[in-house]
């Protein structure tokens, strides 16, 4: 194996971990790594009553960084596959990546301070940073492909939730409670934590961003460059800071 392992809570079945990998695994915790997955090189944390399980015949490339600590867990599924990846979940927190998912070159994830992140199954990205904060949640379905700079931000107590098969485009946003504002006369707090909600089968052009309050409908797409703040209805074509319904509820696209 050759990897650098301090303590014993290493549970390696037959996995290839190369080595210039270091796992610190304490007594509180536990990491699992199933047969068949590769870990090329770089490090993995595992701390505070927390686990980290990488099911079988997943591939980790070089340099990523891999941590759960404070009570925190993380599961990545069976046959994925990450050129790069760098994900820290901590603090009471909780991340399921499902079966293939895959990155094609650098994704960074942050879950912290009970927050919750899923990926269902059959997922690909490029590059990008996604960060749950603070009682936050993103949940994201099956077979979804995003393109290069992805960023996804939520805080407090909000969401970011995407359907089933959406296609979004490059250098795509999604932002929502990420700043806090304030009544300047008696200092309440006014920041819209509104979700951000994106059905099944949706398009997002190239340079979109979404906002809290964003409710787009099942089978819609989204052009290039807009600002999404409100709801548009399913089956709809929208475009435009802010965007505006262009064609509604009659259209269908295909990848």
Same mark, same amino acid.
């Given at each position: 194996m050759g990897c650098k392992i301090y303590n014993h809570n290493c549970y390696i079945k037959q996995a290839e971990v190369g080595e210039n990998v270091s796992i610190v695994v304490d007594d509180s915790s536990k990491l699992i790594i199933e047969d068949g997955v590769i870990i090329e090189s770089g %490090? #993995?944390?595992? =701390?505070?009553? *927390?686990?980290?399980?990488?099911?079988?015949? !997943?591939? #980790? $490339?070089? +340099?990523?960084?891999?941590? =759960? !600590?404070?009570? *925190?867990? @993380?599961?990545? $599924?069976?046959?994925? /596959?990450?050129?790069? #990846?760098?994900?820290?979940?901590?603090? +009471? %927190?909780?991340? +399921?990546?499902?079966?293939? !998912?895959?990155?094609?070159?650098?994704?960074?994830?942050?879950?912290?301070?009970?927050?919750?992140?899923? #990926?269902?199954?059959?997922?690909?990205?490029? %590059? $990008? /940073?996604? %960060?749950? /904060?603070?009682?936050?949640?993103?949940?994201?379905?099956?077979?979804? !492909?995003?393109?290069?700079? @992805? *960023?996804? /931000?939520?805080?407090?107590?909000? +969401?970011?939730?995407? $359907?089933?098969d959406c296609m979004i485009s490059i250098n795509v946003s999604m932002i929502t409670g990420l700043h806090h504002i304030y009544n300047s006369e008696n200092e309440k707090e006014i920041t819209n934590l509104k979700p951000i909600i994106v059905g099944n089968h949706v398009w997002c052009g190239a340079n979109c961003q979404l906002i809290s309050g964003s409710e787009i409908g099942d089978g819609c797409v989204v052009g290039a460059a807009s600002l999404v703040n409100k709801v548009i209805k399913a089956n709809s074509t929208c475009a435009g800071i802010p965007a505006k319904i262009l064609r509604e509820c009659n259209i269908r696209w295909e990848r």
């Open positions: %490090s #993995i944390l595992v =701390a505070d009553n *927390s686990i980290i399980k990488i099911k079988s015949g !997943t591939y #980790i $490339g070089k +340099k990523s960084l891999i941590s =759960a !600590t404070g009570c *925190s867990n @993380l599961v990545i $599924g069976r046959e994925s /596959y990450f050129n790069q #990846i760098n994900v820290h979940v901590f603090n +009471k %927190s909780k991340m +399921k990546m499902n079966n293939d !998912t895959i990155v094609h070159d650098s994704i960074n994830i942050d879950v912290i301070n009970n927050s919750y992140m899923c #990926i269902d199954r059959n997922c690909i990205f490029n %590059s $990008g /940073y996604i %960060s749950v /904060y603070n009682s936050a949640k993103i949940e994201i379905g099956i077979n979804c !492909t995003f393109g290069e700079r @992805l *960023s996804l /931000y939520v805080e407090k107590q909000s +969401k970011i939730i995407i $359907g089933d």
